[in-house]
């Protein structure tokens, strides 16, 4: 299977038979024996269709002056009048040992893609591959190794206990990763943050 499709995807429609040939062929690569029903959740300015069995969510944006209700069903929404505007990728980071289980358990598959690949912008004076091959273990240092300083950052202020994971966006590339486990957060997040894995890639049109 190709794996740089994912940003071929972007402004399909949900009834896309090439968004179920991509969701088919994710579930292949898992137990599964079709793709999973999406879970759904409408806003009048967004519509998530999350397939957490498989590790991945996809935001569709509305057209057309199309504001979708909250609370919509699968069926209810006017496929024609909305547009794949994002795609979440989800890993599952290794917990810190004697975590409750609650906090083990996460609520969604890993992406089952081992490695993907990501097409990355040209920056005109600077040279840099063409694409990044990510894994399951994949770092913050890493990944700023191959996209150069992030164009926005933020999180992991505060206790341990309570603080959010570090993320970084590369908003020409159109790429956004949220880290996982705890060298993401705290205090020192950004010191540890270089060997933490990432826990969600959000893929968009670069801006």
């Known amino acids: 299977m190709p794996t740089s499709d994912i940003q071929d995807l972007f402004g399909l429609h949900p009834s896309s038979d090439k968004l179920a040939s991509h969701l088919a062929s994710l579930a292949s690569l898992t137990s599964l024996s079709q793709a999973p029903a999406p879970e759904v ?7 998530y269709l999350n397939y957490f069995p498989v590790g991945l969510s996809f935001l569709f944006k509305p057209i057309n002056g199309y504001k979708p209700k909250l609370g ?3 069926g209810e ?11 979440d990728l989800y890993n599952t980071p290794k917990p810190k040992p004697g975590a409750p289980a ?4 996460p609520s969604h598959s890993k992406y089952p893609v081992n ?4 097409n990355l912008v ?3 004076d600077k040279t840099r591959s063409e694409s990044l091959s990510i894994t399951p273990n994949t770092t913050g240092k890493e990944f700023v190794e191959a996209l150069g300083e992030p164009d926005r950052k933020g999180g992991g202020a505060g206790p341990s206990s309570g603080s959010i994971g570090i993320w970084c966006e590369w908003s020409k590339d159109g790429i956004m990763i949220e880290f996982g486990g705890e060298e993401s957060k705290g205090p020192k997040a950004w010191e540890t943050g270089k060997d933490a894995v990432w826990k969600v890639i959000t893929v968009f049109p670069p801006k």
């Open 41 to 47: 959740k409408s806003y009048p300015d967004a519509v």
């Open 72 to 74: 919509l069903k699968l």
């Open 77 to 87: 929404l006017k496929y024609e009048d909305l547009v794949l505007d994002g795609v």
């Open 102 to 105: 609650s906090q083990t358990k």
């Open 115 to 118: 490695p993907f690949i990501l």
């Open 122 to 124: 040209p920056i005109p």
